[in-house]
């Protein structure tokens, strides 16, 4: 049995505190939108800023850790780096509580330029922001860049992208998660780089006042933030292909359809953020058009050659059922789902329509909550539970996962009814045209509380697993 590895124990300790006080950042905000909390709706902006920049760190740097553990199988990451991009982020959070809660720092998660440096908050506190991304980025950086190297170490670069089985050979063999995780990790290096550029546009301006060109920084801004909760998604699935076989107890391989669909993600994943563009004029026209069609093709053939691998993989196979192998499966479902949802939003002539209404984050939580955070607690519980075998009780782990699909989807119905109903995103309070906003929060609120509470039933479950893998760590 392979032991966990301290640091990605330590990972998932950081996931599961972290996970439920951004869950209750986001109750705070449905609270607010449905009037509840009248004088607290001055927080409202801030806390937007901490739950969108924490939930999107949180689940890349979970999705990582996975990505990290099915690499110790194969090949070999190293320790420190490791354990410096463990220092880094908790050095980066806590630069970001600073500035949300000293400085009430309300940018938004992707801090669009040059709202940073306009605020109402003070100076100080975009700077201290800035800091936070820069800390987190640069050790991100570091950490992919290790990974990579210990990919190519094992099997050089163009065998990780299966480059010998669009040749016809099916020799050495290649991991599927292995192909996926260094599409993902290509992706991340490119779209940190670009986030490295906006931060030093960002203190030029801090330092010399030269201002940059807006439609520059918004093109790097996307290109950054579009592409890094993307391939975050990426890792996640690579997680179910290493571990859904060991429930269906059937391989699941490279072969030339999914060595030809991953590299077209590659190709193609890096102009998909256009999308994010559609309502700047001065966007060349060009672009956009290239966004629609680049939206469809990073999505559609990976998803389509997953959604059949798994099926086939589980089709009349000796299913081991338990709260792992069901979040596998629900969480492939959710990552279609929210990914139909983003298809539809990022066609242009729908996306008219749907621009910056509840309809965006309606979709990006679906697949980032019954996505990626399913697919990542069920790795991470699949991992704790090998090495610990702790009886498990049938009954308690289908009522935990009915729990969690029960509350995120009805909370994922009132984004995407208030969406379909034109209530506009980051509205801390509806005025009187958009009550319907209203209702919609307050329903949410409660289904969100069920995906909470189902959320603390798995923490339950995992517990005593991760402290005998802890005993056991390698
Ligand atoms: C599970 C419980 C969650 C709840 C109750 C929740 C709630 C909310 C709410 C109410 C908003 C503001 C919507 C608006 O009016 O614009 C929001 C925004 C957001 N959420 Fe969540 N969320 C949850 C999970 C997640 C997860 C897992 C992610 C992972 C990426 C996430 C990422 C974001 C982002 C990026 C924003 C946009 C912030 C911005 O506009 O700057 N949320 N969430
Ligand atoms: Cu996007």
Redesign the pocket.
């Known amino acids: 049995m392979r032991a966990v590895h301290k640091n990605t124990l330590y990972w998932m300790a950081v996931t599961f505190i972290l ?1 439920p006080v ?2 209750l ?3 705070f ?2 609270a607010v ?1 449905a009037d509840q909390l009248g004088g607290a709706q001055a927080w409202f902006y801030p806390m ?2 901490l ?6 760190g ?2 890349f740097v979970a999705a990582m850790a996975c990505a990290s553990d099915i690499l110790e199988r194969y090949c070999d990451p190293s320790a420190a780096v490791g354990r410096f991009a463990l220092a880094g982020t908790v050095l980066g959070v806590l630069l970001l509580l600073a500035c949300v809660f000293l400085g009430r720092f309300a ?4 801090f669009l330029y040059p709202l940073p440096l306009k605020g109402e908050w003070p100076a100080w506190s975009a700077v201290t922001f800035l800091l936070s991304i820069t800390v987190l980025g640069a050790t991100w950086l570091v950490w992919c860049l290790d990974l990579l190297r210990a990919i190519a170490k094992k099997y050089s670069l163009s065998r990780a992208l299966a480059w010998h089985y669009l040749a016809g050979r099916g020799e050495p063999e290649l991991p599927p998660s292995v192909l996926i995780i260094t599409v993902s990790l290509i992706a991340a290096v490119a779209a940190l780089l670009a986030g490295v550029i906006v931060l030093v546009l960002f203190y030029v301006e801090l330092l010399s006042g030269a201002t940059s060109d807006t439609l520059l920084m918004k093109n790097l801004t996307f290109f950054f933030g579009h592409t890094l ?1 993307n391939l ?1 998604m990426y890792l996640g699935v690579a997680a179910l292909y290493e571990a859904l076989p060991e429930y269906a107890g059937r391989p699941w391989k490279t072969n030339r359809i999914v060595a030809i669909s991953w590299n077209a993600v590659l190709l193609i994943v890096l102009f998909a953020y256009f999308h994010h563009l559609y309502m700047d004029f001065v966007q060349p026209g060009a672009f956009q058009y290239i966004g629609q069609v680049a939206s469809y093709f990073s999505a559609i053939p990976a998803a389509v050659v997953t959604i059949f691998g798994a099926l086939l993989l589980v089709y009349h196979a000796r299913m081991r059922w338990n709260i792992a192998s069901l979040l596998f499966f629900i969480g492939l479902a959710g990552w279609a789902i929210g990914g139909v949802g983003a298809v539809i939003d990022s066609t242009i002539s729908v996306n008219v329509a749907l621009h910056n209404t ?1 309809w ?2 309606a979709h ?2 679906t697949y ?2 019954a996505g ?2 399913f697919l990542v607690i069920g790795y991470f519980y699949h991992r704790c539970q090998e090495v610990a075998r702790v009886p498990e009780n049938a009954g308690a782990q289908a009522f935990t996962t009915a729990l969690l699909v029960i ?2 989807y009805g ?1 994922f119905a009132m ?1 995407y009814l208030a969406g379909a109903y034109a209530v ?5 309070l509806y005025p009187l045209e958009l009550n319907h906003g209203a209702g919609y ?1 307050l329903a ?2 409660v289904f ?1 509380s069920l ?2 509470a189902g ?1 603390l039933l798995y923490l339950v479950s995992i517990w005593t697993r991760w402290f005998k893998a802890m005993g056991a760590r390698a």
Do not use: D, K, N
Not at 107 to 110: D, E, L, N, Q, S
Not at 424 to 428: C, K
């Open positions: 996970f951004l869950i950042v986001g109750l905000m449905r939108q937007m800023t739950h969108g920049v924490g939930m999107v949180v689940w940018a938004g998660w992707y909760v975050a509840l965006v984050p990006f939580h980032m909550v990626l955070a509350g995120a909370f984004f506009p995103r980051r509205f801390a929060s949410a609120l969100a995906f909470l959320f």
